[in-house]
Every structure is written in C-alpha cells, then in structure tokens.
C-alpha cells in the first residue's frame, strides 16, 4: 500500500526541486520534515551535487550547498498532505521516501513583460510506503 502526491506546474524552480528532492529522497517522513526544518531555519545547507556552477562551498561534508527556503518550504508541505493521505488509508505512523522526483513543468510567459521572460515551473511527485516491520526490528536488534 502506497500513498502518492502529485503536483504540476509549482512556481518553483527545477533545477533546485532536483536537488532537495535528492537530499530527502529514501528518508523516514519524520526525519525528512526535520531535515527541510532546518533547513528553512538555516541551520542545515542542501548538498548540491549536479547544479554546482559558482555555488560556494560549506561547513561540514559538503562541498558546495545552498538553503532553498521557498522550495524547502513547498516540498515540506507536499510531503505533510502525504502524511495526511496515508493516514486517510489507514497506514501506520512508520513511512518513508519511497519515490520523490522533480521534472521540468509547462512554460509560461510573464504577463505584461517586454522581453518575453518565461516563468519557472516544476511537477513533483512523491510516493509514500509503510517501513517493514521485519526491517523495524533488525535496526532494534543491532543497537543493542
């Protein structure tokens, strides 16, 4: 059983949705909102692995990281109303990551602009799944 969310057309850009979808991709969901928190909060920079051109570099690990409020922002509620549908299901509180994608939307010119400037846009779609209670388990047994 599966929970999905699919959004077109979020003014958004792609090529960030691309990278912050990587950053939560195959997480647990609490984790994943905690991640996007902070980051919001600037206390926890994006890994940018694939749009590096003079992005600077960061703190810690990383190479190079950015703190894409707006697009943390939209991604977190997405994953929320996620939530929600899981729970609309009947599945358990335990959910990860399973697909999260971010792809180039429709364009749209900019009203009343002389230059003909054409608007960011970004589909995204997210798909919720139960962790297995087998996996649960494992994790458990080896931390003792």
């Known amino acids: 059983m599966e929970a999905k969310?699919?959004?077109?057309?979020?003014?958004?850009?792609?090529?960030?949705?691309?990278?912050v979808c990587r950053f939560?991709?195959?997480?647990e969901v609490n984790?994943?909102?905690?991640?996007?928190?902070?980051v919001i909060e600037k206390k926890m920079a994006v890994p940018y692995k694939r749009f590096i051109q003079e992005i600077p570099h960061r703190r810690g690990n990383m190479a190079t990281g950015r703190y894409p409020i707006k697009?943390?922002?939209?991604?977190?509620?997405l994953i929320k109303?996620?939530?929600?549908?899981?729970?609309?299901l009947g599945m358990g509180k335990d959910l990860f990551l399973y697909?999260?994608?971010?792809?180039k939307g429709s364009q749209q010119w900019h009203f009343g602009r002389k230059r003909r400037r054409v608007m960011k846009?970004?589909?995204?779609?997210i798909i919720l799944k139960e962790i297995?209670?087998?996996?649960?388990?494992?994790?458990?047994?080896?931390?003792k």
Do not use: F, W, Y
């Not at 939560?24 to 997480?27: A, D, L, Q």
């Not at 697009?71 to 509620?77: D, R, T």
């Not at 697909?99 to 792809?103: F, G, T």
């Open 5 to 19: 969310v699919n959004v077109n057309d979020m003014g958004i850009s792609p090529k960030t949705s691309v990278e």
């Open 24 to 27: 939560v991709r195959n997480k």
């Open 31 to 38: 984790k994943a909102k905690k991640m996007l928190e902070r």
């Open 71 to 77: 697009v943390c922002g939209e991604i977190l509620k």
């Open 81 to 88: 109303s996620a939530e929600a549908n899981a729970q609309n």
């Open 99 to 103: 697909h999260i994608s971010a792809s």
């Open 121 to 125: 846009r970004t589909n995204i779609k």
């Open 132 to 143: 297995e209670k087998k996996k649960i388990e494992e994790k458990k047994t080896t931390k």
